[in-house]
């Protein structure tokens, strides 16, 4: 495996590994009219959870959408949540194929969902399973350009709080944070309830996909209509990141939302109205 030590040497502060988990909706832009709606309350929805998080992470909003008529997957990523696949195995490759699976599964055109890390998945769910998408929707999610890697785009973000704090252990191939961390990094306007979860699910994340470019074609990836939800006090994917990263990419409408990096944690009820008005 690449090792990441030199880097993180090298590049310290700066080095913003922003990875986990951003969703949050509210002030749509102008570039969010409701002429474009594709959303109806036959919607068909596929959640995408990020680093140090799982499935469990979008309950409150699967039941949201639920509610008005939707229909709702999440997906657990290999080495995520509850899953148990062994860590050598929990590549990009292998959190793509689960994500493709799930597109299989459910009513098409799906509305494919991603949060930070889970921004680089549903990149390359797009670019192979194009056809079967209605969108793809990045809520503070990683946004890479044909082949970026997720260390790329965190390399940038030098007002990440992520970075800091990351523990690396090149031995074990894990990313860590110290629990001490975790509410500044993913959850800073959470409740001490819903700091708790993010606290009690916490399980540390493999390393190898961070390292891992995405490859992406102008047919493939860059014929979906794709969305952008930014969070605006995001301390994990700054909003300058996530700005930087929807510049040079044609996006069919934003929004934007003040809050920290799990507003499916903090503000459910806000990412839900959000994702039915894009």
Known sequence: MKSLKPFLLV???PVAFAFAFAFAVATASAGCGTDDKTVTPHSSYLL???AWMG?????????????HGATVATVELPAHGSDQ???PDATLDAYIATVRAAVAAAPQPVILVGHSMGGMVVTGVAELDGPKLAKVIYLGAYLPQDGQSLFDLASMDAASHLG???QVDQVDGLAKLPAEDLQDVFIADGTPAEVAQVVSHYRDEP????VTPIHTTAAGWGAVPKAYIYTQDDHAVSLALQQTMTAGVTIAATATIPTSHAPFLSNPAL??????AM
Not at 207 to 210: A, E, Q, S, W
Not at 271 to 276: A, I, P, R
């Open 11 to 13: 590049t310290s502060r």
């Open 48 to 50: 995408v959870h990020g």
């Open 55 to 67: 499935a469990w992470c979008w309950d409150d909003v699967a039941a949201g959408l639920r509610a």
């Open 85 to 87: 696949t062994p860590l």
């Open 164 to 166: 800091p704090a990351l």
């Open 207 to 210: 390393l190898l996909p961070f």
């Open 271 to 276: 990412v839900v109205s959000t994702l039915e």
